[in-house]
Structure formats: C-alpha cells, structure tokens
C-alpha cells in the first residue's frame, strides 16, 4: 500500500512546490545521507550514495549494477529550489530529488527542472544512518582499532593493534585469533597480509560508501577478507588507526638537498580541509591538497616569506611536492611517489596532535 501512495505524495509535494511554497528547507536535511536505486538508460540501473553535508557541500557516489568497475563520485554544493533538493557541480545542475517523509525520490533530467518524476516508484533513496570514521591519528595501540562484518553472510571482524585480530565467520565455535600486524597504506586503501605458522589472511579495507542491507546504517570503507581459500565482503569503520595523510611530517630527504636546508623542512597537512602549510627549509608555504582516485596532489603553492636560499635548492622541494602523485605510509614514514618511483620521504611527527 505504502509503495502505491508514495508516487502520488510526491505529486502533491512538487505541485505544492510551484506555488513557490517551499516545503522542505536547507536546514532540515542538512546533514543527512542517503541511498538507494535510480535507473538508467541500459535498465540495470545506478546505487547511488547521497551524502548532504551541514556546510551545503555534497558527495555523491554512483555504482552502476552489472558493469563491473564503473564507479563514479561528484562533490559540489546542494540547495534547496522550490522544494526540490539540488547538487551542484561547477554551478551546474546534475541531479534533483523531491522529499517524500525521511526519502528522496530522484527526479529525471536536473537542468529541465520537470515538474513530474518519471521513475517515481524506481528512484527512491532511503534515508540512512551514516556512521564515520574516526579521525585516523598516530596514537592508535589503544582499544579496539577497526571493526568491520559481513553483508552476505554473518562474518565479523575486530582488529586491536595492540593485542590480536579476531574473525569469525559462521560455524566456527570461536573467532580465529591471529597476532596483530600494522597495515600498509597505499593511497587510502588500507592492507593487512598476515602469516601465521598455521593460517594466513589478507585484510584490505578500500574507501567507499557500504550498506549492510540489513540495518540502516551506512559506512565509509568496503572491507575484504581473504580466509581459507574464500574471500568475505563487508563494511568496516576505523575506529582509530595509524595511516592517514593528515598530520605534521618532518622531511627527511628529498633529491641530493639532504642537509642542505638551513631549517628542517616539515609539512602539516590537514586534508580535512584540502590544506597544508609547512617550511621548504628556507621559506614557510603554503597551499592545496587533494585525495582523487588514491592519489594525492599538492597545487596553489604559495611562498610565505621571501628569505635568501643560497647554497640551498628550494626549487627542488618545491617541484618535488609539484610532481608526486601517490603516497605509501608504513608506520610512521610516509614516501611520496610518482608513477610509482619515490620523490621525498617523510617521517611523522609522533606527537603530533592534529
């Protein structure tokens, strides 16, 4: 019954809406999230994941079903126009959504501004619960680290840095206990190999907006784990853990300039933000920092103070943070790369508050 109605409430939502009457507001879904199935033009349709930031930002993930890989993400700005909700992307319209009670209804063509949704019964987004991860910080031997479970199967995974790592999966009497390793972070995917005398597993956790299709909670990293011959896919949250871009990194060499400096370099990067300030060795910079697809680039580089860097190439560390494109951290030490070849090395700075 719920599912006949809901195409006409949102018809009398958006007629209500041309009468400039605006029922739903900026302030009373900011900061929500939501997902769900909107077709496409082959028919399998697009999952796709709403995230509408307090600040009027928005990220939007499409997963196209049955083509393997496809996967695409937008950010830009939302607002609410005549009661419908749109995402901006570079000041254009690339998608609308009407509100019916906690979901949205995609609506076809963003830049017509059609007053009737053509896949009203189709395009709804669920609204969800979206539990993050928390800030990634160096101080993370302590509690339980990552906890992920399975969305096909009741498997579930804990991982305690500091004491061992529990998995257990349907069947088994008590979880699997396996000594507790650090991860390798590449890009911002996150990689546990572990071997055992008698066992062996590989734990890689990849960014990416996950469902449980049982709860209504969404998470931000999709998790895999490789067990006995069988892989187990799921959804994780980082509950504290070392390998994150963000932090103060003190430059240990770059090129032939090592030593050379007359301060030591260091960088503080606040990817929050998409900002990073720091010392060339010579002068304070400062400028922007951006993840895309799991590289990293640093760009709007700016000098801060013009002092004389004889005998010095501050050009060199410049050109350094210029052309790297990915990153690797393994414990503390963070190496910038390009093309996969290494371009400066940095160490972070333990106690590093940020």
Request: charged share 20%; aromatic share 8%; net charge negative.
């Amino acid at each position: 019954m719920k599912r006949t109605i809901l195409p006409l409430l949102v018809g009398v939502i958006l007629i209500s809406c041309q009468t400039k009457k605006a029922i739903v507001t900026n302030t009373n879904i900011a900061g929500t999230s939501y997902s769900g199935i909107v077709p496409d033009e082959g028919g399998s349709g697009i999952k796709q994941v709403v995230i509408l930031d307090s600040g009027n930002t928005f990220r939007l993930s499409e997963t196209y079903i049955g083509i393997e890989g496809k996967c695409v993400e937008k950010c830009g700005n939302w607002a609410v126009q005549d009661g419908r909700v749109m995402l901006y992307e570079k000041n254009a319209p690339i998608a609308q959504y009407g509100l019916a009670g906690n979901n949205l209804v995609y609506l076809q063509d963003a830049g017509a501004g059609t007053a009737t949704p053509q896949f009203a019964g189709q395009g709804l987004l669920a609204r969800r619960n979206f539990i993050r991860s928390k800030k990634i910080d160096p101080k993370f031997l302590e509690g339980i680290d990552v906890v992920a479970f399975g969305t096909e199967g009741s498997w579930s995974l804990d991982i305690n840095h500091a004491t061992a790592i529990q998995f257990s999966i349907p069947g088994m009497e008590a979880p699997i206990a396996l000594s507790p390793i650090e991860p390798t972070l590449s890009g911002d995917t996150l990689t546990y190999n572990i071997t055992s005398s008698n066992e062996s597993m590989k734990i890689v956790l990849v960014p990416g907006y996950c469902g449980d299709n049982v709860s209504e909670n969404l998470y931000d990293y999709k998790v895999s784990v490789t067990f006995r011959g069988k892989q187990y896919n799921g959804c994780g949250v980082i509950m504290n853990a070392a390998g994150s871009l963000s932090g103060t990194w003190l430059i240990r060499s770059f090129g032939d300039q090592e030593k050379k400096w007359k301060e030591q370099p260091y960088l503080v990067v606040d990817l929050a933000n998409q900002k990073f300030y720091g010392h060339t060795g010579c002068n304070e910079i400062s400028g922007t920092v951006r993840l895309r697809d799991n590289k990293v680039c640093f760009s709007d580089i700016n000098s801060l103070t013009s002092n004389d860097c004889a005998g010095y190439n501050e050009t060199a560390f410049v050109e350094s943070l210029i052309k790297c494109n990915g990153f690797v951290i393994t414990g503390t030490i963070m190496e910038l790369t390009r093309n996969g070849q290494s371009v400066m090395i940095m160490q972070r700075q333990i106690d590093d508050e940020q």
